[in-house]
Structures are given as C-alpha cells and as structure tokens.
C-alpha cells in the first residue's frame, strides 16, 4: 500500500535528522514540535530488517507532520564496489522503498563512504552508475551521500549522474558547479532519547532541492 502524502521539493533552510533507530508516533511528534521539519530513515541492502523503516513507522513519522525520505545502508568500512554490486544494491534500494510504500519522485539516498582505500576511482564511478540506474528506473530520483572515504573527487562525483548530493559531516569534497542540496551536522546527544545526526536543507548552486514525501495537508514549515 501507498503511503498517504505528497512528494514536495525541500524548501531551504529546514532542520531535520538521520537515525538509525525507529522513530516511534511519540518521539516523531516530539521532534516536529520542536521545530524540526523531516526525517531520513533506512532501508537494507537486502531483506528488510526488524530495525529498518517499515511502512507502519513511515505512516507514523508522515502523520507527526515530519517530511520523510529512505536512505539505504551501507556495508561495514572497507567495503569494495562494483557495477555489479551497485546494480544489486540499487535494486534492493527501489525494492525496499517500494515495500515502504513511497511514491516515485521521492529521493533514494545512496550512502558512499567507507569504501576501501585501494579501489580504483572506476570501481567507485560504475558502482554509483549502476545503482542510480537500478533506483531511476522504478521511478525514484537518486541521491547520493558523500561520507569519508568515497575514493572520488568532487569532479568525479560531479560527472555522475545524479543531481542529488548530501554532503557528510566528515570532510567530503565540493561538488563543482551544482554543490549540495542536504548538509549534515554532529549532534553532541541524543536527542528525544535516540542518537541522530542533525541536517539542514539548502537549495544547490543550480537551484536543485531534495524530493521528500509528506502528508497531504500536513506540509512542514521553516523553525
């Protein structure tokens, strides 16, 4: 079943969190009470885990007001991509979203980082290819975070495909020309009781904004 919203682009200047941790109707409420406006939460490589958003708790984050957009895991650090494995993860990616029930048009975050430090650029580059492909074509629009260690240059993330990027609290490249539509923060604690990170919306230096999902009727406003 779809979830009940709209996909609306992010307008700048919204505070918002990543978490790895379910975000139960009470805590959701909390946050939008407190000024935040929406939320990123994952989604697996593979079969949906017990920790990963599920569709009960994307309706539950929608109906608090928070706007909401997945973001899949990624592996442990030291990992080595490939265009096989972006084709598989992306796919899972556009799978599990769809499991959620999120609309097309809605952003699908790519998390790149922690990759191993001897994999070619190239590696990196048809990985990132194959996993937007995987994602666009069940009508998602691809973002891609850039973390630590992601091996690509800003130029090279810039030659990608997407038109999308989430830039990390580590130290990641400039995105040449276009820049980033989400950046994020360090939150020194929890917060409502779970850990996030903080983020914050920006329109990118070619006007691009990120592609969220919320509730009809229930749009978020600036803090």
């Known amino acids: 079943m779809s979830l009940s919203g709209t996909v609306q682009s992010a307008a700048p200047g919204l505070r918002g969190f990543d978490a790895n941790t379910i975000i139960t109707a ?4 909390q946050f939008f009470s ?3 406006s929406f939320c990123l939460r994952y989604i697996s490589r593979g079969s949906e885990a017990s920790k990963d958003l599920s569709a009960a708790e994307a309706s539950a984050i929608l109906s608090s007001g928070l706007a909401l957009m997945p973001v899949q895991h990624v592996a442990a650090a030291g990992w080595t991509p490939s265009g096989s494995l972006g084709r598989q993860n992306g796919t899972h990616a556009a799978a ?3 499991l959620v029930g999120f609309p097309p ?5 790519c998390d790149l980082e922690g990759v191993n430090s001897a994999t070619p650029a190239q590696a ?3 990985y990132c290819q194959a996993w937007f492909d995987a994602v666009s074509a069940e009508g998602f629009v691809p973002g891609l975070y850039v973390g630590a260690d992601a091996i690509l240059t800003g130029q090279q993330l810039f030659d990608l495909r997407f038109q999308h990027y989430w830039k990390s609290l580590s ?3 400039d995105i040449p020309i276009r820049g980033y539509q989400l950046v994020q923060h360090f939150a020194s604690a929890p917060v409502n009781g779970i850990s996030i990170d903080l983020n914050i919306t920006q329109n990118d230096n070619q006007g691009g904004q990120a592609q969220w999902l919320v509730q009809t009727g229930a749009p978020p406003d600036a803090a």
């Open 34 to 36: 407190q000024g935040f």
């Open 105 to 109: 048009g809605v952003n699908v975050w």
């Open 171 to 173: 130290r990641v490249p």
């Open 124 to 126: 990196v580059i048809e």
């Open 96 to 98: 599990n979203a769809t």
């Open 26 to 29: 009470g805590v959701a409420q």
